[in-house]
């Protein structure tokens, strides 16, 4: 596979994986805006990008399509609720939950790794290649201080909130590409005006 893969192919992989979990679950709404992960880390949700991670945002939509609210203290605390539905979709959480996090650190269990084996290995090409890729253009690239420091947006992520109270750090400029929709409350996150270059997580 061609290490040129870009983030919009990448995006499109990301989409059929999703299509794939909902064909077996169809209630499962459409993930709006695919690319919004890409680069993106949670420290409640998985840091790194994988089919693990995908499987449960998945949880957390279904849960915003039931109506059911499955986290607490801004959505890093994943409560019982999340935990139900995410054994309805093949994770599993062995150990009592975290302290701050809940049961958020959720892992395929082996009957999951069977049914999506073809998505797995799928995903897994796709986002080596992308690795690769982002590896080659930082090398080859001077994106200069002001993208380094933050002041036209660049590579840094700033927090974008939603109405709910739910918070992501996001590139802007990925940001200002299509809306990223809340599972929660289904309503776009937005950058606040306010927001500066020291900026705190939630």
């Known amino acids: 596979m061609s290490?040129?893969?870009?983030?919009?192919?990448?995006?499109?992989?990301?989409?059929?994986?999703?299509?794939?979990?909902?064909?077996?679950?169809?209630?499962?709404?459409?993930?709006?805006?695919?690319?919004?992960?890409?680069?993106?880390?949670?420290?409640?949700?998985?840091h790194e990008l994988s089919f693990e991670r995908?499987?449960?945002?998945?949880?957390?939509?279904?849960?915003?399509?039931?109506?059911?609210?499955?986290?607490?203290?801004?959505?890093?605390?994943?409560?019982?609720?999340?935990?139900?539905?995410?054994?309805?979709?093949?994770?599993?959480?062995?150990?009592?939950?975290?302290?701050?996090?809940?049961?958020?650190?959720?892992?395929l269990t082996p009957e999951a790794k069977r049914r999506y084996r073809p998505t797995i290995e799928r995903l897994q090409r796709a986002l080596k290649a992308h690795s690769a890729a982002t590896a080659a253009d930082t090398a080859r690239s001077f994106r200069g201080p002001a993208a380094r420091h933050g002041s036209s947006g660049g590579g840094v992520r700033v927090k974008a909130v939603c109405d709910c109270g739910r918070n992501v750090r996001v590139v802007p400029s990925v940001l200002a590409q299509a809306p990223i929709v809340c599972g929660g409350c289904g309503k776009p996150f937005r950058i606040p005006e306010v927001v500066g270059a020291g900026a705190v997580a939630g």
């Open 3 to 46: 290490t040129t893969q870009t983030p919009p192919v990448l995006a499109a992989e990301l989409a059929q994986a999703w299509a794939d979990i909902q064909r077996y679950h169809p209630e499962l709404p459409d993930l709006a805006a695919p690319e919004s992960l890409i680069g993106e880390s949670s420290s409640a949700c998985g």
């Open 54 to 107: 995908l499987l449960h945002e998945a949880v957390h939509g279904i849960a915003a399509a039931r109506g059911v609210r499955d986290t607490s203290r801004a959505g890093r605390y994943h409560n019982r609720r999340f935990l139900a539905i995410a054994e309805e979709l093949g994770l599993d959480h062995p150990e009592e939950p975290h302290p701050s996090s809940g049961f958020s650190l959720v892992t």
